[in-house]
């Protein structure tokens, strides 16, 4: 069973930053993708932005030059650093993990709300 703890959520005005963070903990063989996802009120989920191990990473046009994902593959931590934020990217944000063995978790969601 594998685990991942969200936190970093929250209220923010338009042009403020936020950071979101997920651990994963438990029965991991090991992770090769992180990755957060969003989805807002009535849309589909939709990627926000993934990196690999070795720290490739992969960004949604949207959030371009205002977020920034990182990871801590001691950790297994994923973090998200979202600056600019716009009233737009309003949604619950979901982490993601993918194992070696293609097993694939996913957190239970954290609200951003951002207010203009």
């Known amino acids: 069973q594998v685990q991942l703890a969200e936190s970093g959520g929250g209220l923010v005005q338009a042009g403020g930053s936020l950071r979101l963070s997920c651990a994963a903990s438990?029965?991991?063989?090991?992770?090769?993708?992180m990755g957060w996802y969003r989805q807002a009120p009535g849309k589909q989920r939709e990627l926000v932005a993934i990196?690999?191990?070795?720290?490739?990473?992969n960004y949604a046009d949207s959030v371009k030059g205002r977020f920034t994902i990182s990871r801590d593959n001691a950790k297994n931590t994923v973090y998200l650093q979202m600056n600019s934020l716009k009233p737009e990217d309003t949604a619950v944000y979901y982490c993601?993990?993918?194992?070696?063995?293609?097993?694939?978790?996913w957190g239970q969601g954290t609200q951003v709300t951002v207010s203009s």
């Open positions: 993601n993990v993918i194992g070696y063995d293609l097993s694939n978790y």
């Open positions: 438990g029965s991991i063989f090991g992770i090769t993708v």
């Open positions: 990196v690999t191990r070795g720290g490739t990473t």
